[in-house]
C-alpha cells in the first residue's frame, strides 16, 4: 500500500512531465508553422517598438518562433500598408488642389497642332503597326516611324495657317510652360486613341492625372510586398534594419516614414 502510494504520484509526475515536453518540444519541432499560428491566435498584436524588436529577433532562429514572429507581424504590416496608403492619397489630392490653382485654359500651340495631324496620318498608314513597334521595341522600325512621322509633320507645316481654323475653337487646361507633344507622341507610337473630346471638355482634375501626370499613388499589393520584406531582412538585414523594422511596425508617432524609408529601400533593392 505504502510502495503504491509512493509509485502512484511518481508515475503520474512523470507522465505529465512527458505531455508537458511532448507540447514544448516535440510538437513545435514537427508542426513549426501550425504551433506558430495557434500560439498567435492567443497573442495580441505587438505595439511597442522594443516589444517588437524582441520578436523580430526571432528571425534568425531556424524553429517554430520564426514562423510565431511573421504570423505575429503579418497583421501590424497590413495595418501599416493601409496607413502608407491613406497618407500617400491624402497626400496626393493635396497636391491635385494645389496645383489646380496653376492651370490655365488656352489653345493648341503650332507644334501641337501639327503632332497631333501629323500623328493622325501615321495612324491612318499604319494603324496596328505602330502599337507593335511599343512591345517589339525594335529600334530599327522604332526610327523608320518616327522619320516618317517628322516627314509627315513637315509636310503639313506649310498648311498650318488652314489647320489653325479647323482648331480655333479647342481649348483644354494646361499647365504652364508644359505642352502636350508628349503626351500625343505616346498615343502615337502605341496606336491609342488622342482623346481630343475629353480633352476640350475635361475638369481640371482629369487634366492633371490625364494630361500632366498627376496619377494617383498606386495601390500595395500587401502579401508579395511582405514577402519581399522578409526576403530583404533575411539575406541583407541588419542590426540597425531590425531597429528601423521594429519603430516602423508600432505606434510611435514617426512610425510611417520608418515604413515608407524600409519599404522604397526593398524596392530599389529589387530593382
Not at 518540444?25 to 513549426?32: A, R, Y
Not at 503639313?156 to 499647365?175: C, M, T, V
Request: charged share 35%; net charge positive.
Amino acid at each position: 500500500m505504502i510502495i503504491q502510494e509512493i509509485i502512484l504520484p511518481l508515475i503520474v509526475s512523470l507522465s505529465v512531465s512527458i505531455i508537458f515536453w511532448l507540447l514544448v518540444m516535440i510538437i513545435p519541432s514537427l508542426f513549426p508553422r501550425e504551433t506558430a499560428r495557434f500560439v498567435s491566435y492567443f497573442r495580441g498584436e505587438p505595439e511597442d517598438p522594443l516589444e517588437i524588436a524582441a520578436i523580430l529577433s526571432y528571425l534568425g532562429e531556424n524553429n517554430w518562433r520564426r514562423f510565431l514572429t511573421m504570423e505575429l507581424l503579418k497583421g501590424r504590416f497590413s495595418e501599416k500598408v493601409k496607413e502608407l496608403e491613406s497618407r500617400k492619397c491624402e497626400e496626393w489630392r493635396g497636391e491635385v488642389e494645389s496645383q489646380k490653382e496653376l492651370l490655365e485654359k488656352r489653345k493648341l500651340t503650332d507644334d501641337e497642332i501639327l503632332h497631333i495631324e501629323a500623328g493622325k496620318e501615321l495612324k491612318k498608314r499604319h494603324g496596328n503597326l505602330l502599337k507593335l513597334v511599343g512591345t517589339d521595341r525594335s529600334k530599327f522600325q522604332l526610327n523608320k516611324y518616327e522619320e516618317e512621322f517628322i516627314r509627315i509633320r513637315e509636310e503639313k507645316r506649310g498648311r498650318i495657317h488652314d489647320l489653325r481654323a479647323k482648331y480655333e475653337d479647342f481649348s483644354f487646361w494646361a499647365l504652364k510652360n508644359r505642352n502636350l507633344l508628349k503626351y500625343i507622341q505616346e498615343r502615337i507610337f502605341s496606336n491609342r486613341k488622342f482623346q481630343l473630346s475629353k480633352i476640350k471638355d475635361s475638369s481640371k482634375e482629369w487634366a492633371l492625372i490625364h494630361l500632366w501626370g498627376l496619377k494617383a499613388p498606386e495601390r500595395y499589393q500587401t502579401s508579395k510586398l511582405y514577402e519581399n520584406l522578409l526576403l530583404y531582412i533575411n539575406l541583407v538585414g541588419d542590426e540597425k534594419t531590425l531597429i528601423e523594422l521594429a519603430i516602423a511596425l508600432s505606434s510611435h508617432e514617426k512610425s510611417l516614414d520608418f515604413f515608407d524609408k524600409i519599404m522604397k529601400r526593398v524596392e530599389n533593392w529589387l530593382t
